[in-house]
């Protein structure tokens, strides 16, 4: 059983296997190359071959335990019709949102234009590099996505006034995205994604009264769904201020926990298999601070069932260096 499965399933606490979040990316030179010389982001996702290699990138420099799908959570407004791009130096900007021609679009049309991704995951996982080792395929959690849909650009610090305005768009919206994330988790699990991650990246938007309504109830449908396919699910709420609710809710297999939750308060309140915590700005300090707050986590969680990953993804600024010194801590430990 690869790493990764033996803390989720097995609940050992004797491993720390350890994969990043956005380890494929911006702070690596040889993916800095491949992005300088293909500039719409969409159009890398959808060429397998590339996204493949991209997505092996780091686990050929460094010894990570899992490779996650180079990929984004925004191809399923792609595929659902809305359009995305991501522009230099502000992020992704969508489209007007046709409710009428996405509530139209059949399951097949829907995978056939975001296939590549899943000709990737088969790549990837085919690939000699990632044997006993863990393929990761996510989705980001309706929630965040609706966020994305509806606002059409990174919300940053809050929503658009108007946002819950239409309560009969926002409805909507969430039964079309439930259908399709179930699409598109079956079949990255179907062409080898051993483990989903559902990312929430706004869940900390809401007031914790909203929470049902746009996070809690569905997402916990996506989990049970993701289980009904034997595949452990591990959930990122960022920025909730209640994990233990949100775990006793929506029972993910294994909860991330972003740089602003106190482990230590995690490590009382929670039962199951935690990933993450430490803040990706530690790695633009120095070896010794590194060393002190990586090994915090690693203490912290020395007899609980832990997956070490940052509290967000790592930044773009990165010293490639010092991401081998973490793996290396962590390894070490
Ligand atoms: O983790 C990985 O290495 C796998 C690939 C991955 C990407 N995005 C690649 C990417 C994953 C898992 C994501 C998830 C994602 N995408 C989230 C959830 C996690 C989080 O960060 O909160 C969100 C909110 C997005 C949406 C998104 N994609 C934004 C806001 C941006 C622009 C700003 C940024 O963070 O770079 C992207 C672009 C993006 N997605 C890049 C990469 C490598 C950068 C592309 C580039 O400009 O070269």
Known sequence: ????????????????????????????????????????????????????????????????????????????????????????????????????????????????????????????SNNQITQNKSTIGFVGAPWTLMVYMINQQSPKLKLKENFFKDNFLINRILIILEKFLKVHIKNQIENGAEIIQIFDSWAGLLEEKDLPNYVYIPTLNLVEYVKSLNTPVICFPKGIKNYKNYCEIVKPDAICIDYETDPLRILKEIKIPVQGGLDPKVLLTDKDNLKKETKKYLDIFKDHPYIFNLGHGVLPETDPSMMDCLVKIVKDY
């Open 1 to 124: 059983m690869s790493p990764l499965k033996e803390v989720i399933i097995n609940k050992q606490t004797s491993i720390n296997p350890i994969w990043i979040m956005r380890q494929a990316g911006r702070y690596l030179p040889e993916f800095r190359e491949i992005r300088r010389q293909n500039p719409d982001f969409i159009k890398l996702c959808l060429n397998e071959n590339l996204s493949s290699e991209i997505t092996l990138q780091p686990l050929k420099r460094f010894e990570f335990d899992a490779a996650i799908i180079f990929s984004d959570i925004l191809m399923v407004p792609y595929g659902l019709n809305q359009n995305v791009e991501f522009k230099k130096n502000f992020g992704p900007v969508l489209g007007d949102l046709n409710l009428e021609s996405i509530s139209k679009l059949d399951e097949i049309d829907f995978v056939k234009k975001i296939y590549p991704i899943y000709k990737a995951i088969k790549l990837v």
